[in-house]
């Protein structure tokens, strides 16, 4: 062998090793399986860790900043089952370290009750989820001087979390002097939060989220898109019509991948497999049952009621306009979120996924919202796309009569207005921008004893 | 002009066998680890196939650079054409991955399995040339007079 030869050989030797290092380290690893798919969609990755928090720091945060978040992550409105340590929504998978990720369950899985009592609402708005707060803590902690490598190996210790040595290096010697950095970019694509009203609770605002990523400068302007988590069960009755509150898409797989790509998965490494096993189980998943009595012969007077009045024609599967749109001018309905979905944000949406088999073309514009079937819709309070209506019973009032501001982000349900009760949550102030409470001024006229019975029709729903 | 003994040399392709052979094994393993996603777990008997092909250089065997080369490239191309993975990242290292082991490929040596799909190989090879060339030579040049029904010039 000529010394020529050695020395390429020893540089193949060196490149191949070297590549092999660089996927281990920014190549997903095989996600953790669950035999059951309800299973899967509580806790399993959709590919969304990518960079997510590192695992080993973000378990240890809220004995760090117990004085901030002294209920842990459920300060935020995450529900943990007994026996789990993860809550619901939050999925674990190694992108060179063990990362943290969101998945389907984050956004669409609520609870009723409290305490024991609880319900677990799987499909259903989370509701009781702030998430914004949520990102607001993980990059205000990352800069609090408290959060340092000392302090996750001493929490670590005391919760029983054991570190090995190898873990400890990387933490201390890769992952923390990253964080920084990562924070960083985070702190800086979260910038336009601050010129909005805050979400709250249940909300979020995917629009400039995507606008953030396009560099469409949202920082520079005051455009809301800020809507209400909505439910994802029984997607088969709706696989025909169009998603979105503006239903701007008329394809399922487009929807979910934007979902996923909005929840932090990356284009180049998304994991269409997951997210397809979770919307084939999401496809038959049966909206909940009331969790009170009902009347039924009041249900029977309500769906007289609820035929009669009109609302079946938009939002029963018979009435022929489930999945379509009805315009602003006749909703009247707060119009911020169907004018930030321009047709430039359209050709935006053209290019996402180009190069891949599964490229959006099916977004456009809309002339207002769409109509939603009604199944379970006792879980889906507040009302309306923006949350702006605390329960049902306020839906079918003037909106002049509506509450202007009401508390929202608690699981006890409110068996006479249909909604939520809340004595303790966020404030809702429908005066702020892009969260109006107008429009949608159906049945409003009806009498007290004929809302009372379509109020109960909507429950059996 | 050598510079290293053979000695040296042969334990050089063992340390690489043992260091790219426990990749494709691992890579085999974590692959089989994708429970109901059949287009990854494709590739966890096809990694296992190149850590064989590994094992057969380490064996000094020529064929063993072949399958290991093939296999390569079968999943340098479901990465990108299937699983959608970005290309560059799969081009490189399966290129670089076979070529490391080329310095070595005239140190090992034929099999007669190796020599009967070299030779099956050959002959579908000469098949397909000869199938061309027949085409080719069947193929009939246009007359500059050919019975034209409409010349440019207006000609009948």
């Known amino acids: ?461 | 002009m050598n510079i290293v003994s053979r000695t040296f040399k042969a334990r050089l392709l063992n340390v690489i066998c043992a260091l790219i052979g426990t990749m494709m094994l691992y890579r085999s393993v974590t692959d089989s680890s994708y429970p109901g996603y059949i287009q990854r777990e494709f590739l966890a008997p096809v990694f296992l196939g190149g850590a064989i092909g590994i094992f057969l250089m380490y064996r000094r065997y020529r064929l063993g650079f072949w399958i290991f080369t093939t296999l390569n490239f079968l999943v340098g191309y479901w990465f990108i054409f299937v699983l959608e993975d970005v290309w560059y990242h799969h081009v490189l290292p399966h290129i670089v991955f076979s070529a490391v082991f080329l310095p070595f490929y005239l140190d090992m040596r034929r099999t007669r399995v190796g020599n009967r799909i070299r030779e099956f190989l050959l002959r579908i090879g000469r098949k397909l040339w000869s199938l061309l060339s027949a085409n080719a030579g069947s193929a009939h040049p246009i007359e500059p007079n050919s019975d034209v029904a409409n010349h440019a010039d207006g000609r009948a």
């Open chain 1, 1 to 461: 062998m000529t010394r020529l030869a050695l020395v390429i050989t020893l540089i193949l030797l060196g490149t191949a090793l070297t590549l092999e290092f660089k996927r281990l380290t920014m190549k997903p690893w095989p996600p953790e399986y669950f035999a059951s798919p309800d299973m899967h969609f509580k806790y399993g990755s959709i590919g969304a860790e990518v960079n997510g928090y590192p695992y080993l720091i973000w378990r240890e945060l809220p004995t760090i900043f117990a004085d901030r978040i002294p209920k842990g992550f459920a300060e935020f409105g995450f529900i943990t089952e007994p026996g789990h340590d993860l809550p619901i929504g939050i999925s674990v998978r190694r992108y060179g370290v063990k990362r943290v990720g969101f998945n389907c369950a984050t956004c669409h899985t609520s609870a009723v009750g409290s305490g024991n009592s609880a319900q677990i609402l799987l499909g259903a708005p989370a509701q009781q989820l702030d998430l914004q707060a949520y990102m607001r803590f993980l990059v205000d902690a990352s800069s609090d001087p408290r959060l340092t490598h000392t302090a996750v190996f001493e929490s670590a210790k005391r919760n029983e979390h054991p570190i090995g040595f190898f873990d400890r290096l990387v933490i201390r010697y890769v992952v923390f002097p990253k964080l920084v950095a990562q924070i960083e970019r985070t702190k800086t694509s979260m910038a336009w939060m601050g010129n909005r009203p805050p979400h709250g609770p249940g909300r979020t605002d995917a629009g400039n989220f995507w606008r953030e990523r396009w560099g469409l400068n949202p920082q520079a302007d005051n455009v809301i898109g800020t809507v209400d988590f909505p439910s994802v069960w029984n997607q088969r009755s709706r696989i025909h019509g169009s998603f979105h509150w503006d239903g701007n898409n008329s394809s399922l797989d487009e929807r979910n991948i934007s979902a996923a790509l909005a929840g932090g998965a990356a284009e180049w490494l998304l994991d269409r497999n997951s997210i397809g096993r979770v919307s084939n189980w999401l496809l038959d998943l049966r909206s909940p049952t009331f969790p009170g009595p009902i009347d039924s012969q009041l249900v029977s007077k309500g769906k007289v009621i609820f035929n009669r009045v009109g609302c079946a024609s938009c939002h029963d599967v018979s009435g022929g306009r489930i999945g379509k749109v009805t315009c602003i001018e006749e909703l009247k309905t707060d119009p911020a979120r169907h004018d930030l979905f321009t047709e430039e944000i359209v050709e935006k949406f053209e290019q996402v996924g180009s190069g891949y088999s599964w490229h959006f073309h099916h977004y456009r514009t809309t002339e207002g919202y769409v109509n939603m079937p009604l199944d379970g819709i006792w879980a889906r309070g507040p009302y309306l796309h923006n949350g702006s209506v605390p329960s049902l019973l306020a839906l079918l009032s003037r909106p002049g009569e509506r509450p202007k501001r009401f508390l929202r982000g608690c699981t006890n349900i409110d068996a006479t207005a249909v909604g939520f009760q809340c004595d303790n949550g966020f404030e809702f102030d429908t005066a702020l921008k892009g969260n109006g409470n107008s429009g949608h001024d159906y049945g409003t006229a009806l009498p007290a004893s004929e809302k009372a019975a379509l109020l109960e029709y909507l429950k059996s729903l």
